[in-house]
């Protein structure tokens, strides 16, 4: 399971937030409440986190219905978005409006001082194989990342060509998806995507409130 971690307020505001260390707001908490006993269910016997504080926190959760213990890992991380992190989505477009563009078509490179697709896919989809490995037969793990991170690996993970990110749309706060091991070296299989547990602040947050950048799935 991919999941992603609950809301902030930077989320709220459709802030950058890159590597900021900003932490879970009240909804965020809510979300990761209501996500931990679905995962539960499932019987995860292993957890692995960003060691961003929004990612600990949602892994917080997990860890206590599950009784697993989180390990951290910096390669988690979301993109370092660089020079932009702290702008609100208005503020880069009205300043920076053919970056903005491209970023927005996904060219995460144009970010001055950010960090490229290439590098983020390398480092996140590194410990998924890791995560991947250490997992038995039968036997569920969860890694709890972010949107943008989450996003490329997944892809990478899936052996789809990398241009299809941009058909991929981003998970929700909280959302999760289910990738299985066909066996046999054989591809894994996406068998759920942006799943979320019934909390109905989701449901009635208007679209452009959801996320930084929600299409895009970064934050």
């Given at each position: 399971m991919l999941l992603r971690h609950g809301r902030t307020a930077w989320?709220?505001?459709?802030?950058?937030?890159?590597?900021?260390?900003?932490?879970?707001?009240?909804?965020?908490?809510?979300?990761?409440?209501?996500?931990?006993?679905?995962?539960a269910a499932l019987g995860p016997v292993a957890v692995w986190t960003s060691d961003l504080a929004r990612a600990r926190q949602t892994a917080a959760y997990v860890e206590k219905a599950t009784g697993r213990t989180a390990v951290a890992d910096p390669r988690l991380r979301e993109y370092d978005l660089g020079e932009?992190?702290?702008?609100t989505m208005p503020e880069y477009a009205a300043s920076f409006p053919d970056e903005y563009a491209a970023?927005?078509?996904?060219?995460?490179?144009?970010?001055?001082?950010?960090?490229s697709t290439a590098a983020v896919t390398a480092r996140v989809a590194a410990v998924l194989r890791e995560a991947l490995a250490?997992?038995?037969?039968?036997?569920?793990?969860?890694?709890?990342?972010?949107?943008?991170?989450?996003?490329?690996s997944l892809v990478d993970l899936l052996g789809w060509p990398g241009e299809l990110v941009a058909t991929v749309r981003?998970?929700?706060?909280?959302?999760?998806?289910?990738?299985?091991?066909t066996g046999a070296g054989r591809a894994l299989r996406l068998a759920a995507y942006n799943r979320v547990a019934n909390f109905e602040t989701v449901a009635e947050r208007p679209p452009q409130s959801r996320d930084f950048?929600?299409?895009d799935g970064v934050g």
């Open positions: 989320n709220d505001e459709r802030r950058a937030q890159g590597h900021t260390d900003v932490p879970l707001d009240d909804v965020g908490h809510a979300q990761a409440a209501a996500a931990a006993p679905v995962i932009r992190t702290g702008m970023f927005r078509r996904g060219r995460y490179e144009v970010v001055p001082g950010g960090e250490a997992l038995g037969a039968g036997e569920c793990g969860v890694v709890v990342s972010h949107g943008g991170a989450l996003k490329v981003g998970l929700d706060n909280c959302g999760w998806a289910m990738l299985e091991d950048v929600s299409a």
